[in-house]
């Protein structure tokens, strides 16, 4: 049965903000919430940049029954892999085992500031890698890999382990993503414009590369961005933290300020024509339903922009409750 979750966006509001709507949508019956972690926004004048764990942590605190995911964590290049196993171990405890790890292959914005972002085959090779610390220090057994070619690590284990087993989901937008999740994490994560590629090109691979590794079939865990606005100016105040998200080399770029600069030049209408808008949630019911029949998601968040943040989670909660009473 699919839970319904709330996408919490550290690139669109400030961590003290997310915290009040994540406890905003555990109230209007969410759940589960997704928390974005970004070290730096898509444009540098406007947006935010919170620590994600610590988000996370206090939302921990301040929540009782919603299932918490990250959405993502890179575990690549500013976060150790192993710090990143203590630090989803130490959210499981805190929040009294509610807690999912949600990690991905990295973005330019968040990783190039501190280093080297190395092209997709060395990234998805240091994740296959990092999955085999990750997956075993959160069941709590000691790893050791003195000869890792990126994370060598002596004997040790978590002792502060999870209270529970913490699933890991891999991010993926592609195939071959798509397939190390099947083959090595618990579920696969992804963003969804088209249910039809998203199922062909993510969720059906990492199913049958499950399949054919001998597992049980991957979790699916998905989000779908919209814009809630009655007016393409209303639109436009919305995506005003968003607006370097679709612009071109967005992926390996390391500067708000030249994203914001290419999205100005884009323009308004190239803007707007990026993203999905409603002017109320129940026209998002057709989508969802499609993607919900397609591809049988374990969870799907809506990710919508807006000028009011906790308006829009109240407004979309009748939705979600349709989306219920389909099934």
């Given at each position: 049965m699919t839970r319904f979750g709330w996408f919490l966006g550290h690139e669109e509001w400030q961590p003290e903000s997310l915290v009040?709507?994540?406890?905003?949508?555990?109230q209007a019956g969410f759940d589960a919430i997704l928390v974005s972690d970004h070290l730096q926004p898509w444009v540098d004048d406007a947006g935010a940049a919170g620590y994600g764990w610590a988000t996370l942590g206090a939302i921990a605190a301040s929540t009782r029954r919603a299932t918490l995911v990250s959405a993502v964590a890179c575990p690549l290049f500013r976060q150790h892999p192993?710090?990143?196993a203590q630090a989803a171990a130490t959210l499981d405890r805190l929040s009294g085992g509610r807690f999912e790890l949600g990690v991905g292959t990295g973005e330019g914005i968040n990783e190039a500031p501190l280093g080297r972002f190395p092209?997709?085959?060395?990234?998805?090779?240091?994740?296959?890698?990092?999955?085999?610390?990750?997956?075993?220090?959160?069941a709590g057994e000691t790893v050791r890999q003195p000869d890792g070619a990126y994370y060598p690590v002596s004997s040790m284990r978590l002792h502060s382990p999870p209270l529970t087993r913490v699933p890991v989901h891999l991010a993926a937008a592609g195939p071959r993503s798509a397939a190390t999740a099947g083959r090595l994490a618990d579920g696969v994560l992804s963003s969804v414009k088209d249910p039809e590629r998203t199922g062909r090109e993510v969720v059906d691979v990492a199913r049958a590369a499950a399949a054919a590794a001998g597992r049980t079939p991957p979790r699916v865990v998905l989000t779908s961005f919209v814009v809630l606005a009655d007016s393409d100016d209303e639109a436009m105040r919305a995506l005003r933290p968003w607006r370097g998200l679709r612009t071109p080399g967005r992926l390996v770029a390391s500067s708000p300020t030249?994203?914001?600069?290419?999205?100005?030049?884009?323009?308004r209408e190239r803007i707007?024509?990026?993203?999905?808008?409603?002017?109320?949630?129940r026209q998002l019911f057709d989508f969802c339903a499609r993607l919900l029949d397609r591809l049988r998601p374990d969870v799907l968040a809506l990710q919508v922009a807006a000028t009011d943040g906790t308006a829009a989670i109240d407004r979309c909660a009748e939705l979600v409750d349709r989306l219920r009473q389909r099934r």
């Open positions: 009040t709507q994540a406890c905003r949508a555990e192993v710090l990143v092209g997709y085959p060395e990234r998805l090779a240091r994740m296959t890698e990092a999955l085999g610390l990750l997956r075993p220090l959160l030249r994203l914001r600069q290419r999205a100005d030049r884009l323009g707007l024509a990026g993203y999905r808008r409603v002017a109320e949630p």
